[in-house]
């Protein structure tokens, strides 16, 4: 397409989405479930089609010679096509937000004030390789009452595409407009230009992939953005650490998945307790291949290892790479989160009750965790149904985006007649 091409398909797409938000936002929650199941089904119907077109994505990515971080969140199982179908009835299953009335209260004029819960409208989401965004994200924006325009990365084009018939056959058989989610048909750039500066069409926008897209977003889009940028996480080993606990959350917080999000990228471990647990645990690291960096502290504890760089502190590594940092206290753990960390997800392993509430007060991040694995900080782990990304922006939603991140508020006054003298 031309660039004149591109900009008139884009906002086509806004127009009908704009339209179609009107229609979902006063939509009855019975036929938005029916809708959502029917989408379930159709991707568990067809899940055997949805990896065929993914295979297509991954030859092309192995062909183009993409990292393997990027090919392990493009890729698609039968079993994460089931996750996606029941991802899609855990959402039908949740409250619905929209109409939600809370904090009325009397004023002395004699009028309630209250707050209700209403759609953002229309949102735009861009993402990279993850084909599950695509059922996670139409779900989720279309139960919050949202039309959504989904742009997915070039690489996952087919895998994306097969998803969008599942999910606009479950909108037909609802009876909502099939525009109320529109995945973008093209994988031409340009798309994404236009999409984050309709601000006549589009609500918010939501980026979810690598550092660069993320930027990207932030730098040139006109409309709002919820975002996270990096995902630099910490597990700090308290010397009133339980020993058993420390080890299998440390081991599950870097090895259970190495190129997402809420994977641990740097270990802090108390003095006190580094020279018995820290010899275990690089044992099982450098087992499962994970190149460790450290401190010179730890390095004295663990071989082999290669030095820390000041550069290494605050890195996303998404692949089998650690960081270990010796500590003496608790103020040196926090004070070194708070420094290097991107403010995603940070945990404390600890038995000791006052540390662990000082722990969750001062790290300043979306997510703060006792006694457990930073790879919790999940939507659906959180009991969202699924999420559509997540948020370490203060203003409006924080951490894990779900059904109420997707909405806003409006002040509602009742009356009965009263005026304002």
């Known amino acids: 397409m031309s660039d004149t091409d591109i900009k008139s398909y884009m906002q086509s797409i806004g127009r009908e989405a704009r339209a179609a938000?009107?229609?979902?936002?006063?939509?009855?929650?019975a036929d938005k479930n029916k809708a959502l199941t029917a989408m379930a089904e159709a991707i568990d119907r067809d899940t055997k089609t949805l990896l065929a077109a993914n295979a297509k994505?991954?030859?092309?990515?192995?062909?183009?010679?993409?990292?393997?971080?990027?090919?392990?969140?493009?890729?698609?199982?039968?079993?994460?096509?089931?996750?996606?179908?029941?991802?899609?009835?855990?959402?039908?299953?949740?409250?619905?937000?929209?109409g939600e009335i809370t904090g009325l209260s009397y004023r002395p004029s004699g009028i309630q004030v209250g707050k209700m819960r209403v759609p953002l409208g229309v949102i735009g989401i861009i993402y990279e390789?993850?084909?599950?965004?695509?059922?996670?994200?139409?779900?989720?924006?279309?139960?919050?009452?949202?039309?959504?325009?989904?742009?997915?990365?070039?690489?996952?084009?087919?895998?994306?595409?097969?998803?969008?018939?599942?999910?606009?056959?479950?909108?037909?058989?609802?009876?909502?407009?099939?525009?109320?989610?529109?995945?973008i048909e093209t994988t031409d750039r340009a798309a994404v230009g236009e999409l984050i500066t309709m601000q006549k069409y589009v609500d918010v926008?939501?980026?979810?992939?690598?550092?660069?897209?993320?930027?990207?977003?932030?730098?040139?889009?006109c409309v709002p953005v919820i975002k996270h940028l990096d995902g630099v996480c910490h597990v700090y080993i308290d010397d009133q650490a339980d020993f058993d606990k420390a080890i299998r959350i440390a081991d599950n917080a870097k090895t259970q998945r190495y190129g997402t999000c809420n994977t641990m990228e740097t270990l802090l471990v108390h003095t006190e307790i580094a020279r018995t647990i820290l010899p275990v645990l690089g044992k099982i690291y450098l087992e499962k291949g994970v190149e460790l960096r450290g401190d010179e502290a730890a390095r004295a504890m663990i071989t082999p290892m290669n030095p820390a760089t000041e550069e290494d502190?605050?890195?996303?590594?998404?692949?089998?790479?650690?960081?270990?940092?010796?500590?003496d206290n608790l103020d040196q753990a926090i004070e070194h989160i708070n420094?290097?960390?991107?403010?995603?997800?940070?945990?404390?392993?600890?038995?000791?009750?006052?540390?662990?509430?000082?722990?969750l007060r001062e790290v300043d991040s979306s997510s703060v965790m006792v006694n457990t694995t930073t790879r919790f900080a999940d939507g659906f782990e959180y009991g969202l149904g699924a999420e559509i990304g997540i948020s370490t922006d203060k203003i409006h939603a924080r951490g894990p985006v779900g059904l109420e991140g997707l909405t806003s508020q409006k002040y509602i006054v009742l009356g009965d007649g009263q005026i304002r003298q």
Request: net charge positive; glycine share 8%.
């Open 313 to 327: 502190w605050s890195t996303e590594y998404l692949a089998p790479i650690l960081s270990i940092r010796i500590v």
């Open 129 to 183: 390789a993850r084909p599950n965004v695509t059922a996670d994200a139409a779900g989720l924006c279309l139960k919050a009452g949202n039309a959504a325009i989904l742009r997915g990365g070039s690489e996952a084009i087919h895998s994306n595409q097969a998803i969008a018939k599942c999910v606009r056959e479950g909108l037909v058989a609802a009876g909502l407009p099939e525009s109320a989610i529109q995945v």
């Open 21 to 29: 938000s009107r229609l979902v936002a006063k939509a009855e929650t």
């Open 205 to 221: 926008i939501v980026p979810r992939g690598g550092k660069g897209l993320i930027e990207r977003i932030s730098n040139e889009a």
């Open 339 to 359: 420094r290097y960390g991107s403010q995603h997800t940070d945990a404390i392993i600890t038995e000791n009750y006052t540390r662990a509430r000082r722990f």
């Open 57 to 98: 994505d991954l030859e092309h990515a192995r062909t183009k010679g993409l990292e393997a971080a990027m090919i392990d969140r493009l890729a698609l199982s039968q079993k994460s096509i089931a996750n996606m179908a029941e991802g899609l009835q855990q959402i039908a299953a949740l409250a619905d937000p929209i």
